[in-house]
């Protein structure tokens, strides 16, 4: 099955800088990348995703980058702010229609932001 | 327009008891997923439901049941419960199959002693 990795565990950096977030993924059918973030006790919400029809995609300070070839996709949170301090997780999933589209989660990266 | 909502939100068992979670759905939602986060750990899928049927099922024992309503809200059933049931479990809701956003509840913490 599939099997997506995650990194860094944890990431402090001060606030204005840049942060990347890094996952693999093992299964080359999968085709659909979304990220999501966590705040402790809330539930977790999507900030943005990709699919592997499209190399890179932006919302305001949040870009992802998704490399098909090497199995790999990035986050990047640009002039981050202390209300970025979250846990984020990437996911990958296979969608197929009438089968189903379950998320195989990667183990999470705790970011601070520091003022 | 309500988000997905999930009951009862802390629930404290006894290992070998049954357990019952429910979900209802975003609304104009009609695929419910459930998945099962450990502490510091992602979620793990568990199954996933549409058309009131079991489409898709993850790494789990039978003892993790479940079953969608009619009116698309689901209800997740583990028995026999271990210690290590002990997590947040968290429902999931979508639109259709296949390549469509999931909108996570706030999730169930269930603490198994």
């Known amino acids: 099955g599939e099997n997506v990795e995650q990194h860094p565990s944890t990431l402090s950096v001060q606030e204005g800088d840049s942060a990347v977030i890094k996952c693999t993924y093992s299964d080359s059918a999968s085709n659909y990348f979304p990220w999501y973030k966590q705040e402790l006790g809330k539930r977790p919400q999507l900030i943005i995703d990709?699919?592997?029809?499209?190399g890179e995609k932006k919302d305001q300070r949040i870009a992802v980058t998704l490399n098909k070839t090497a199995k790999h996709f990035s986050l990047h949170i640009t002039e981050t702010q202390p209300e970025d301090s979250a846990v984020y997780f990437c996911?990958?999933?296979?969608?197929?229609?009438?089968?189903?589209?379950?998320?195989?989660f990667g183990g999470g990266t705790r970011v601070l932001v520091k003022p | 327009d309500a988000g997905v909502t999930q009951s009862p939100t802390h629930l404290i068992k006894t290992r070998g008891q049954q357990v019952t979670l429910r979900c209802s759905p975003k609304?104009?939602?009609?695929?419910v997923s459930w998945y099962q986060q450990a502490l510091g750990q992602g979620p793990q899928f568990i199954f996933q439901?549409?058309?009131?049927?079991?489409?898709q099922r993850g790494n789990f024992p039978d003892r993790f049941s479940g079953h969608q309503f009619p009116n698309y809200s689901s209800e997740l059933n583990v028995n026999a419960l271990l210690l290590g049931d002990s997590a947040l479990y968290l429902c999931?809701?979508?639109?259709?199959?296949?390549?469509?956003?999931?909108?996570f509840g706030a999730g169930t913490r269930l603490s198994v002693l």
């Open positions: 999931a809701s979508s639109l259709g199959q296949g390549g469509n956003i999931q909108y």
């Open positions: 609304s104009g939602h009609d695929t």
């Open positions: 996911a990958a999933s296979i969608t197929i229609k009438a089968a189903g589209n379950k998320l195989t």
């Open positions: 439901y549409y058309e009131e049927e079991e489409r």
């Open positions: 990709i699919r592997s029809n499209v």
